[in-house]
């Protein structure tokens, strides 16, 4: 019986693995990672990058998601205007590109006259396309249709209006975020209890949490590394979310804490990822990985519905950005063959024999 | 370089400017203050939390500049209430308004660090302020390495200055993001020149190639081996005399005709393990 209610909801789809409802997170090749999509109840938490703007995008394509999904949306941002993050919301592309791109595979396969014996191995492609994919495709290049958002229902939290409530928390902050969280779950009927007559999905998008915008007020006796106030928080949200039809993404600037504070956020956490970009670092000039523009970690993946988590295949992930579209693609490096910047390597004959003829086998 | 970024339009919105009691951040400072002075269409609004009040305001005496006075009366001890307060005084800024904060460790004194970092937070996000400069003196902050880490989140170009040992000049190390996610960073050399700024870029050492010069120069084959390599003056002089000159261990042209050309017949025992291949057939020779 229930079931079948669950089932109306649109934007979700069971995992194949474990029969937990899924949300996509609104880049595929991110859903494919997570083993389908994110699950209902769950929180992920985003390890931002040193600027921040690719952890952005990321929580931006989760809101388009829910947005385009018909999913109700509540953001928070103390550092940002949070109406300016859902202004800025990728627009949907409409055509369904998945379909011409599987014909467009196998049409190439047809052709495969020398590499024959390839022709039946699946490549990363279609290996994508084991999973149904839930989500939409997103063009970075265009905002989002305004009539869009102004149709569905969105909540804006910016920290403007604190009461003091509880000493839980030695930043108010954190409370009055958790109170309207709750409030919107209420009152939007959320609950797994609830049964309104038309079930949805709360997405809960939190940017930079826990930067210092959100640092103990002076009057508390805690400073920004004694101060419990982050983990707490992840803890009690991971709570309410549960036991919701809601999902929860959350960036933090990991950068400005220490590791044992990390550590304990990722623990009250379910499924944590941390973006690692190039730009300021030695690794930018770096021609192997010019193609990308960070690492991407996926740091823990929480067993939902299961004895163990799904095991993502690989470990080294990188992520890109074209002017269009953010995917994560595994780590490959590139075959070292042709290096016209160093004019040693090229002196240097490949073949074995005769140095300046073509090698002969 | 550093000196695009922090006056061409549109402006970085976020400049803080780290010194020590070695090395004042203040002549740059001041140059920021009078480009943006020399712009009639923008508002400066000078904050003042250090230094004397009567002394900025003779030097300064330009039409398009607002001095807020938070040095005399910061307690309100002499009931006067002509100091504003900090926060409603930058929420009531008008279009293309530049700030000037001189300098932040004080202004952390007097409201505590979140506080602060908030208030630079919205001024950062309003849209009528074209321009934030801001001013730290390193010294004066407790745990000054985290609060640095801290504001620095915040900033869109952080300037830190160092002495510098080899010159006179000093060195500034800055982090500039640009708004598309690109960072810049780099080592300057930087001097005033006629309340000028005028920076060089340090170029940083590539050890691999001072490695790979260092090696070549050096290697002399005569000191290598016992053996006398080259030839001196002399030995040139003699050899190109000589030249022509068949040596008596040569054979003589006269003689080879006589000679007969040496074979190698092989000889194969009764049960030889001869190879017809020949050994070099894969070689290209």
Redo the contacts between chains.
Sequence with gaps: MEKKTFKSIPGTAYSSQNGHLLVSSGIPSLDTLLGGGIPVGTVVLIEED??G??SKIVLKYFLAEGIVSKHSTLIAS????PSNIIKELPAVIDSDLDSTEISKISGISDKMKIAFRYQNLPTADSARNQYRHIGHLYDLSKNMSFSDIENSDICYWNGQRIENGTRLYS?PAYNALLRSIRNKIRDGKFYLKDSPNKRSILRIGVHSLG???W????KSLH???STRDLDKFIFCLRALVRSANAVAVVTI?T??YHEISLDRCIHSSDIAMRLQ?F??TELENNQSLAEYQGFFYLTKLAAINSLASRHPGSMEYAFK?RRKKFSIDVLHLPPDIHDDSDPKRQSIPLTC??GT?YL?F | MLRNYLTTHPYTKFVLIEDTIQERGKPIFDFLLKTHLEKPQNTVHYFVFQDIIGRIKQKLKHNNIILHDFVTNIFCWNKDPKTGNFEETTKNLGGNSVIFIDSLAHVIYK?????T??IL?NLK?DAAVQQIVVLLHQDLLE?HL?VE???E??CTLSITLFPNVNSENGRLQY?Y?KV??????GIEEYWIDNQNLVTKKIEKLDTKKLLEKSVSAEINPETLSTFKIGLTEEDKRIRDERRGEILPYLPKPENQNDQDSGKIFYQFDEVDDWDEEDPDD????
Excluded: C, W
């Excluded at chain 1, 640092?215 to 002076?218: F, N």
């Design positions: 040193f600027h703007s690719y103390q550092d940002v205007n930043n930067s210092p915008m640092l103990p007020h002076r400073s920004i590394d600037p950068h400005l970009a730009g300021g950005l024999g005769g003829k002969d | 409201f505590g660090l979140a506080e970092y908030r937070n996000k745990e985290r880490q801290l504001l989140h915040l982090t993001k598309g996610g690109k960072i810049i960073k894969d070689l290209d020779i």
